[in-house]
């Protein structure tokens, strides 16, 4: 069994839905829980404190451990609230599921600057101002796990989504370089794309004769992303810098992939025609290779060009993170 006992598991927008039950298996598990949510509605309106305080109940009830937290993740002052309240009540902090966040469907040329800012705070801005004090007390720890709920929205396209599109998509960015500045601190750090019938999939869909009747609403139940979610929180997960979907009991990493493409003569001074010449070698994807940072793609130019990426051959290494 993956076992979470003397460990400490946050948990944002864990008052209802899919963040609600990562919660309770974590807390099944061993884990204590900070369950984080400010009980607003999917659009983001509103405070309910008894939203979180009935998931703690229900921990605390089964013989767990558990205490709210109705921090806002759209502030610094929230997010470092909500790692205070799991050091604070807890001692320690093992695991960061990022899961806060609002939903609203509008169309590309229709959606307002306010619409925009509003929906990076809650879900870029809230991961950043939530991991980046969980991180601090990782690395002093020795280490940890983030899992970031992102969505296939922002890795392959929504319509009427964009600002949501946008701001997990940029979550994804995010994990990448937690992962790699993380490695020498022992925190890794992962992403999942969850497809699982919630508030958010009944308020997008809205035809409530579809959603009873429809055979994939039936199948994207959302107890099964939890497994996955809870794995890649555990002392079980040895990986770090990847991105899994989720999806009625589907389970399968989702990479970003960079083709062989075209390579220009070492002397040469490529103009577009050469690009419109070579697009169909360039567009192939049938050739590629998944980096695990930028520097791979500069080494792999650079071993096809015959050249070094350094004055004197001398190898490519990330400088240290300013303290």
């Known amino acids: 069994m993956i076992d979470f006992t003397d460990q400490v598991a946050i948990v944002t927008g864990a008052g209802r839905g899919l963040g609600r039950l990562y919660a309770l298996d974590f807390a099944r598990r061993g884990a204590a829980v900070v369950v984080n949510d400010v009980g607003s509605t999917m659009r983001g ?26 921090d806002s993740v759209d502030t610094a002052e929230g997010g470092a609230a909500i ?11 093992d695991a960061v599921v990022s899961n806060a966040g609002i939903f609203g ?43 970031f709920i992102s969505s296939s929205a922002g890795v392959f396209g929504q319509p009427m989504e964009a600002h ?13 370089v937690i992962a790699i500045e993380g490695e020498a601190h022992g925190i890794l750090a992962n992403s999942v794309l969850p497809t699982g019938f919630s508030r958010m999939v009944t308020e997008t869909v809205g035809d409530e004769k579809f959603l009873t009747e429809s055979g994939f609403m039936r199948a994207i139940r959302p107890e099964l992303v939890v497994p996955l979610v809870v794995y890649l929180a555990s002392t079980s997960c ?17 990479f970003i992939g960079l083709s ?28 590629f290779i998944v980096p695990t940072s930028i520097v791979d793609e ?4 650079c071993d096809r060009l015959g050249v070094s990426a350094m004055p004197g051959g001398a190898e490519v290494e990330f400088p240290e993170p300013h303290k």
């Open 298 to 301: 500069v080494l792999e130019v």
């Open 45 to 70: 309106d509103g405070v309910d404190t008894g939203v979180a305080d009935s998931v703690v109940r229900e921990i605390t009830n089964a013989g767990g451990r558990a205490v709210a937290s109705y």
């Open 105 to 147: 469907s509008v169309a590309f040329e229709d959606l307002s600057h306010d619409a925009w800012t509003r929906m990076l705070r809650v879900h870029l801005d809230g991961g950043f101002h939530v991991s980046q004090p969980a991180y601090r007390v990782m690395k002093a720890n020795g280490g940890g796990r983030f899992v």
């Open 260 to 287: 062989e493409g075209w390579l220009a003569d070492h002397d040469a001074a490529p103009a577009a025609e050469d690009i419109d010449e070579h697009l169909g070698q360039i567009s192939a994807t049938e050739s």
């Open 83 to 93: 790692v205070d309240a799991a050091v604070g009540s807890f001692g320690r902090l």
């Open 164 to 176: 949501y599109a946008a701001a997990k998509a940029g979550l994804i960015g995010l994990t990448n």
């Open 238 to 254: 040895t990986f770090s810098h990847r991105t899994y979907s989720a999806c009625a009991g589907r389970y399968a990493r989702a």
